[in-house]
């Protein structure tokens, strides 16, 4: 059953921020969002997870709304390179749970 | 660091013939999993192995399939007899503390 729903597709400008939506209403306490993405004919990719709090590292921002019922994940600058797959996924801390990928939304970046 | 490494990359056999994938895990993992993944269904987990053990193999889409891992350093994915529906991307997966996965390259499996 998917946990999440994310838009089939998006287009970002070269240089501009993309901002991928997702949508998890039935995420439970203890469910952490992931966000994972698969560059053609490559394996998937850990990007970035949290839990309540937004949290950035050297890849992507993630913005949880307080209710935690959706997120964001935001590239600050997309490059060509960044064109993909992006998975968002629920999923429980440690072993609750294991990485089940819906659909995702695909991602182009055009120069 | 190698990253979780498979062999084959690809692999291209006859329907009715055994089809065996490898799968190194990244050293000091103790999760390793098994997705396959096609056009129609996406990515698929199969199975999934904690510090060695099976735990959880209701992916695997019949009696054809079996996984094994006899250390934490390996593990295969077999498919005896391949048909052509069995064509696909296989992914393998390692995880320390089942907290971020690491993902290899995949064996692209064709079944004529």
């Known amino acids: 059953d998917a946990k999440t729903t994310q838009p089939t597709s998006m287009d970002c400008a070269e240089g501009r921020a993309a901002n991928l939506p997702c949508n998890h209403s039935t995420i439970s306490g203890n469910e952490y969002v992931y966000w994972y993405r698969q560059i053609h004919s490559q394996g998937p990719q850990y990007i970035i997870h949290?839990?309540?709090n937004n949290e950035t590292n050297e890849m992507a921002s993630l913005i949880i709304t307080e209710d935690r019922k959706s997120s964001t994940l935001i590239l600050p600058h997309a490059t060509l390179r960044d064109t993909a797959v992006y998975y968002c996924?629920?999923?429980?801390?440690?072993?609750?749970?294991?990485?089940?990928f819906g659909k995702g939304t695909k991602l182009s970046v055009k120069p | 660091d190698a990253g979780v490494i498979q062999s084959p990359r690809h692999e291209v056999t006859e329907m009715g013939q055994e089809v065996t994938l490898r799968c190194k895990p990244i050293?000091?993992?103790?999760?390793l999993f098994w997705y396959r993944q096609t056009m129609m269904r996406g990515l698929e987990l199969l199975i999934y192995?904690?510090?060695?053990?099976?735990?959880?193999d209701s992916g695997m889409p019949e009696d054809r399939f079996s996984a094994k891992m006899p250390n934490a350093s390996f593990s295969t994915l077999k498919i005896q007899p391949s048909e052509p529906r069995d064509s696909a991307v296989y992914f393998c997966?390692?995880?320390?503390?089942?907290?971020?996965?690491?993902f290899g390259s995949g064996t692209r499996l064709t079944v004529v």
């Open positions: 949290g839990l309540k």
């Open positions: 192995f904690n510090n060695n053990v099976p735990i959880d």
């Open positions: 997966a390692s995880s320390s503390q089942d907290i971020t996965y690491t």
């Open positions: 050293s000091g993992h103790n999760s």
């Open positions: 996924i629920v999923k429980g801390g440690g072993s609750q749970g294991n990485l089940i």
